[in-house]
């Protein structure tokens, strides 16, 4: 050890973490003077080198080290130093990834924004050049005419996609609303309050990918049937961990169903899996169970079915005005996100909702025939 310091022209060139490195190897040999003074020259270039979050390292190291000399004094001393950076740690893990998922949202919504204002601009740019032409009315009825059915046809077609991207728009916003992620980080917050540290990231990790998921899918215009069902495996696990796994659930496929070739509108089926746990599974006095078959119905026509045995829509505790809103919000969305998708790809699409109560069963039952 004495050989490599001779080797290094300056000792001030050994970084922090050598120096912890050190405190290990003579702590496992039992030299414990050594090992104590390694540890505190890593803990001082730390310092010096706003490098606290590093703390941890050395901290332990001396715990263990008066611990084992019998100095429980200063073992429990160093090991609550130990904790605070550790738990200091992570609280700055998490605010830097809630900002990072805030930057992510406004860059999306702000380019959202864009689009709009753009097609905006269009469609007024064409009203200009309508007026324009209709002063001419009496010189060229010829040109009029043709004029006239150009900006009708025009029109629609900017309208069409300005309706688009403000269906689109609202359909995010419908996704990760605000109560979803004030409960998800009130849960990381609980975690860390409980020290149950590993869960918390567990969680934030899962969080963030689902939301990264949906930022990136909610621009196309079709994905796959497998990378839908991927994002509603994340996001119903997500809401398990939520609320304490209260509630199980089944998504079954027929074999002769190519998830990866068949094209589907994005982010379709999620508005109903949220309303199936948040205003019919959760709060269950029951274990719940959500399940989504996936047939098929006719040739490039799947059925979907997604089955809870939750409340009911006629239920007393959920047949009030907020929730009935809220179902109609979302089915509506997925409606005219259907309509669209027809008229696109000029196909027939529907959704139906029904209350399991009428034939005495529990929960709601939603059926969705998609051609793809």
Not at 154 to 164: A, P, R
Not at 166 to 178: G, I, K, V
Not at 202 to 212: E, G
Request: hydrophobic share 35%; with cysteine.
């Amino acid at each position: 050890m004495n050989l490599f310091f001779n080797q290094n022209k300056n000792e001030k060139d050994i970084t922090g973490e050598i120096y912890d490195m050190f405190g290990d190897i003579c702590l496992d040999n039992n030299l414990n003077d050594r090992a104590e003074a390694y540890y505190k020259k890593a803990k001082t270039l730390y310092i010096e080198n706003n490098l606290e979050d590093k703390l941890i390292g050395p901290y332990y190291g001396l715990s263990d080290l008066y611990y084992k000399t019998g100095n429980y004094k200063k073992s429990v001393e160093y090991l609550d130093s130990a904790y605070y950076y550790r738990k200091a740690y992570y609280k700055k893990s998490i605010i830097e990834e809630n900002k990072k998922l805030e930057r992510d949202y406004e860059i999306k919504f702000k380019n959202q924004q864009i689009a709009t204002l753009k097609i905006g601009q269009q469609l007024q740019k064409e009203k200009i050049k309508f007026r324009n032409i209709a002063l001419l009315i009496l010189l060229l009825l010829f040109i009029i005419i043709v004029s006239f059915i150009y900006y009708i046809s025009k029109s629609k077609q900017l309208k069409s996609n300005l309706k688009k991207i403000e269906l689109e728009q609202s359909l995010f916003r419908s996704q990760m609303n605000p109560h979803f992620i004030f409960n998800t980080i009130a849960g990381i917050r609980g975690n860390i309050l409980n020290n149950e540290n590993d869960k918390a990231v567990k969680y934030l990790t899962q969080f963030s990918k689902l939301t990264r998921a949906i930022l990136e899918q909610s621009i196309e215009k079709t994905i796959t049937l497998q990378e839908e069902l991927e994002l509603l495996k994340n996001y119903i696990s997500l809401q398990q961990m939520r609320l304490n796994n209260s509630f199980n659930f089944t998504i079954n496929i027929d074999d002769d169903i190519f998830t990866e070739a068949v094209n589907i509108p994005p982010m379709l089926l999620q508005p109903f899996i949220e309303n199936a746990i948040e205003h019919g599974l959760k709060g269950l006095p029951y274990q719940g169970l959500l399940q989504i078959d996936i047939t098929n119905f006719k040739e490039n026509i799947l059925f979907i079915s997604i089955i809870d045995n939750g409340k009911g829509l006629l239920n007393s505790e959920n047949s009030n005005i907020g929730s009935l809103k809220k179902y109609s919000l979302s089915t509506s969305i997925s409606k005219k996100r259907l309509l669209n998708w027809s008229k696109q790809f000029k196909n027939q699409s529907k959704i139906e909702i029904i209350d399991n109560s009428k034939e005495n069963k529990e929960g709601v039952t939603i059926k969705i025939y998609l051609e793809y």
